[in-house]
């Protein structure tokens, strides 16, 4: 592949801007060759190897996601996404793009050189580029974290041209295409600093100023059930209360019957057991995080006790809305999802297989087994017809497509149910595929999107299985599901953009 530009060919004629931009790098780089680093020789020789093939980038991406955070976690990932992407682009356009040689090493002292020369051309810088682009890419999600990366970050980026395999303008370009790779990764897959809620308001809530009043009932075989210790510290004044997840119900109900505000700590599971005692009690809930993927909490902006610590003490609190689900004498609520056909399927596989061959191996063989049957895993009466369906999926609000992303909730008040259907036929894997890439408001023979109150299934078999929030139960005959509009106070720590928004309002 031909490079489109060649700066070590002069080019005919008098290009005096191109001469003077190239004789200004050359100055710059021997001033640098040339100045006394006293505490840069012992540091950034050894900084700029230790960047090579991203080893710097991927051990301090362990160590911000070893601080146990969600946030730090999506940080660290959203970092080595952007260094991947800035890396893509260097080698595939950058360094094919612009034929520069390295700078001549006479003027540099020995001390400072590196061992290995690097080979390939010069313009741009590589490590800069891949430094710009982790350190942008943490810091658009974690402000905090990115501050604790940027010094690292801009030591590596100077430690090309201390060391001589840079001139400061192939330094310079690499970070400048480094920080727009992140930015393009936060255009695909957006940061949820850039969801901001809409403007509601304001449920009366009791503020507590230590936490006295606030029962809080935590599972502790979720593994994060520490995070409830950790609350303790935000407000003294809280009761918390530890059990096995066969005592959450009995417990649920004992922490009701003397709290003036019902907490849970737990997975999505746990917490939609608490909005159900809440309701039946008329108590708002606060929720800490404490399973694996906690929807719930994190689209309310709960990530960790301080932010739950933060609300509960200003008496910050929204109402949300509830999905309810009814099948005979069976019935229950859904504060995420609700599904039937493959999933609830597959979840009944995986629980099978997970004792004998663990959970991820155990998850990969239900997909094949499922995915593979000759049956339909649903039929059900929908319009006056009776279809073959491989999934229908019903969403507590609208989830919203974020760039690549899979779908959001950005409203939990919009008084919708989100309906999903994956239609009966042939390959099934390729049917859901094409169904989740398409996205919410698309229609085709394969699925079909639509947004409405209520809805009501017949003709289910004895046995269906129904999936929600984590949970598996069976109905059969007639579903019906309905949206419960603002049935659930729950406290959460609002931004100050949305008070703004509604002390403006």
């Known amino acids: 592949m031909s490079p489109d530009v060649d700066l070590t060919v002069p080019l005919p004629g008098r290009h005096a801007l191109r001469e003077w931009l190239l004789s200004?790098?050359?100055?710059?780089?021997?001033?640098?060759?040339?100045?006394?680093?006293?505490?840069?020789?012992?540091?950034?020789?050894?900084?700029?190897?230790?960047?090579?093939?991203?080893?710097?980038?991927?051990?301090?991406?362990?160590?911000?996601?070893?601080?146990?955070?969600p946030r730090a976690r999506r940080a660290a990932a959203r970092g080595i996404a952007s260094l991947s992407v800035a890396s893509f682009a260097i080698n595939t356009i950058g360094k094919r793009g612009v034929r520069r040689t390295r700078p001549v090493l006479d003027p540099v002292p020995l001390g400072r050189q590196l061992k290995r020369q690097p080979i390939t051309t010069s313009f741009p810088s590589g490590h800069a580029?891949?430094?710009?682009?982790?350190?942008?890419?943490?810091?658009?999600?974690?402000?905090?974290?990115?501050?604790?990366?940027?010094?690292?970050?801009?030591?590596?980026?100077?430690s090309r041209v201390y060391t001589g395999v840079h001139f400061p303008s192939d330094v310079l370009a690499g970070a400048a295409l480094g920080a727009c790779a992140a930015f393009a990764v936060r255009g695909m897959v957006p940061t949820r600093g850039q969801i901001v809620p809409p403007a509601r308001a304001r449920a009366e809530v009791?503020?507590?100023?230590?936490?006295?009043?606030?029962?809080?009932?935590?599972?502790?075989?979720?593994?994060?059930?520490?995070?409830?210790?950790?609350?303790?510290?935000?407000?003294?004044?809280?009761e918390?209360?530890?059990?096995?997840?066969?005592?959450?119900?009995?417990?649920?109900?004992?922490?009701?019957?003397?709290?003036?505000?019902?907490?849970?700590?737990?997975?999505?599971?746990?917490?939609?057991?608490?909005?159900?005692?809440?309701?039946?009690?008329g108590l708002p809930l606060a929720v800490l995080p404490g399973g694996t993927l906690n929807h719930f909490?994190?689209?309310?902006?709960?990530?960790?006790?301080?932010?739950?610590?933060?609300?509960?003490?200003?008496?910050?609190?929204?109402?949300?809305?509830?999905?309810?689900?009814t099948s005979g004498a069976t019935r229950g609520i859904f504060l995420n999802t609700l599904s039937l056909g493959v999933y609830p399927e597959l979840v009944r596989e995986r629980e099978r297989w997970a004792p004998r061959i663990g959970g991820w191996p155990a998850g990969v063989l239900a997909a094949l087994r499922v995915l593979r049957a000759d049956r339909h895993p649903l039929e059900a009466e929908l319009g006056g017809r009776t279809r073959p369906l491989w999934l229908l999926f019903a969403g507590n609000g609208t989830y919203h497509r974020m760039g690549i992303a899979s779908g959001r909730r950005v409203d939990l008040a919009d008084g919708r149910l989100d309906i999903?259907?994956?239609?009966?036929?042939?390959?099934?894997?390729?049917?859901?595929?094409?169904?989740?890439?398409?996205?919410?408001?698309?229609?085709?023979?394969?699925?079909?999107?639509?947004?409405?109150?209520?809805l009501r299934l017949t003709g289910l078999a004895p046995g269906t299985l129904l999936a929600y929030d984590g949970e598996v139960t069976e109905v059969d005959g007639e579903l019906t599901l309905e949206e419960l509009p603002e049935g659930l106070t729950v406290y959460r720590p609002l931004t100050e953009s949305l008070i703004t928004r509604q002390s403006t309002s």
């Open 297 to 325: 909490a994190y689209d309310l902006g709960v990530e960790g006790p301080r932010d739950l610590g933060r609300a509960v003490r200003q008496g910050d609190a929204v109402r949300v809305d509830v999905g309810r689900f």
């Open 24 to 69: 200004l790098d050359s100055r710059l780089f021997e001033a640098a060759a040339e100045r006394n680093w006293p505490a840069g020789e012992p540091v950034l020789p050894r900084l700029s190897r230790s960047a090579n093939h991203g080893v710097l980038w991927f051990a301090t991406a362990a160590a911000v996601a070893a601080s146990r955070t």
């Open 420 to 454: 999903r259907i994956v239609h009966g036929g042939r390959r099934p894997a390729l049917r859901l595929l094409a169904a989740a890439l398409a996205g919410p408001f698309t229609r085709s023979p394969a699925h079909a999107a639509a947004q409405v109150h209520r």
């Open 129 to 158: 580029a891949s430094a710009a682009a982790f350190a942008t890419g943490v810091a658009l999600e974690s402000p905090a974290w990115g501050a604790v990366v940027a010094p690292i970050a801009v030591s590596v980026a100077l």
């Open 206 to 238: 009791p503020a507590l100023e230590d936490g006295a009043g606030l029962v809080m009932v935590v599972n502790s075989a979720s593994g994060t059930s520490d995070r409830a210790d950790a609350l303790t510290d935000v407000l003294p004044g809280a």
């Open 240 to 281: 918390v209360v530890a059990c096995q997840p066969a005592d959450i119900h009995a417990e649920l109900e004992k922490a009701a019957a003397r709290a003036e505000v019902l907490g849970v700590c737990g997975g999505d599971g746990t917490v939609n057991a608490a909005a159900e005692v809440a309701l039946r009690h």
